[in-house]
Nanobody
Framework: QVQLVESGGGLVQPGGSLRLSCTVSDTTFAYAGMAWHRRAPGKQRELVAT???????NNVDSVKGRFTISRDNAKNTVSLQMNRLKPEDTATYYCNRFPFNFGSWGQGTQVTVSS
């Protein structure tokens, strides 16, 4: 079973920044599209950003210009740099393969944006 370990979350004030990381224990990582998702309290999980195996990225409109997804294929990691955070970004953030997930999810990392 693939292990997905997210880290880097925390409490930050509005306008602040955080960098999330996800390590994936899968030998096909370098050939897989990856994505960050988030689930806010009381809401369904939503897609935030995607990155192709060769680094082409796409963000949902609500985070464009603020979030940047990246990957390091040598380290099997995918990261999410989040700038100018807003209270509505508060959620648990998860990474997974995209568009077809690994069939399981990690525990996620909690991001709370509050003054």
């Amino acid at each position: 079973q693939v292990q997905l370990v997210e880290s880097g979350g925390g409490l930050v004030q509005p306008g602040g920044s955080l960098r999330l990381s996800c390590t994936v224990s899968d030998t096909t990582f370098a050939y897989a599209g990856m994505a960050w998702h988030r689930r806010a309290p009381g809401k369904q999980r939503e897609l935030v950003a995607t990155i192709s195996p060769d680094g082409v990225t796409n963000n949902v409109d609500s985070v464009k210009g603020r979030f940047t997804i990246s990957r390091d294929n040598a380290k099997n990691t995918v990261s999410l740099q989040m700038n100018r955070l807003k209270p509505e970004d508060t959620a648990t953030y998860y990474c997974n393969r995209f568009p077809f997930n690994f069939g399981s999810w990690g525990q996620g990392t909690q991001v709370t944006v509050s003054s």
